[in-house]
């Protein structure tokens, strides 16, 4: 199994790699595959850039990610100026049913509230809003109230596991009660368990899932 100081040091180079973003910046402390950022950027979708990096490290089991972002005085907005920016972008959006969406502004960090039947309607609402400039956070409160939820949902997240060509859906095991889903099973990266749950939003009807999948090295990493 690899240590935390092989972990920390991945993640070190992985942050080298990634555009626009000094990782002199960014602080990184491991403890028993637990990941911990801290530091500051100054753009929120770099903010998301390095958490995702760190998340596709082997051996990852979670992150807490404390990085703050700071604008400089010629990037800052008020808040009004965000909220205003944030429901034109929704307005332009034809995944987003706009006038089921309430945007709120505080310190830089949008609340999306609402009401929406698709979890990709959700999902879709906070990546519209979360690259506008001067913005240091998108909370999603978005509601989930399926107008349908078909007979069996089971079957149709197998499917949709078994047809995604990065995954082994043999390795994964389904649980229903009625709108919510639970992901049991062992996979081999945290990219493999995000894709996981990604697929079990998309079946119709799913509001909320439950991944407990657990993230289980390759041979090759095991002492």
């Known amino acids: 199994m690899k240590s935390?100081?092989?972990?920390?040091q991945d993640i070190l180079d992985e942050l080298v790699?990634?555009?626009d973003i000094d990782e002199t910046q960014i602080g990184v402390i491991v403890e028993d595959g637990i990941v911990t950022l801290t530091g500051?950027?100054?753009a929120y979708p770099k903010k998301l850039a390095a958490e995702k990096a760190v998340k596709s490290v082997s051996g990852v089991k979670a992150v807490?990610?404390?990085i703050e972002?700071?604008?400089g005085d010629d990037y800052k907005k008020t808040d009004k100026e965000i909220a205003k920016a944030a429901v034109s972008a929704l307005e332009w959006n034809a995944t987003v049913p706009k006038e089921k969406i309430m945007v709120k502004v505080d310190n830089g960090h949008i609340y999306l509230t609402g009401s929406l039947p698709w979890a990709y309607q959700r999902n879709a609402a906070?990546?519209?809003v979360e690259n506008l400039l001067g913005v240091k956070g998108v909370i999603n409160n978005i509601e989930l109230a399926p107008t349908i939820l078909p007979g069996d949902i089971s079957e149709d997240i197998k499917n949709a596991l078994e047809r995604s060509a990065e995954l082994e859906a043999k390795g994964i095991r389904v649980q229903v009660d009625g709108s919510t889903v639970q992901l049991k099973g062992r996979v081999h990266s945290h990219h493999e368990k995000k894709l996981a749950e990604r697929a079990a939003?998309?079946?119709p009807g799913v509001t909320q899932v439950q991944n407990d999948i657990v993230v289980q090295l390759y041979p090759e990493f095991v002492d």
């Open 4 to 8: 935390d100081a092989q972990i920390k």
């Open 17 to 19: 790699f990634l555009p």
């Open 40 to 42: 500051f950027v100054d």
């Open 64 to 66: 807490a990610e404390d």
């Open 69 to 71: 972002v700071k604008y």
């Open 126 to 128: 906070k990546r519209t």
């Open 201 to 203: 939003y998309k079946a």
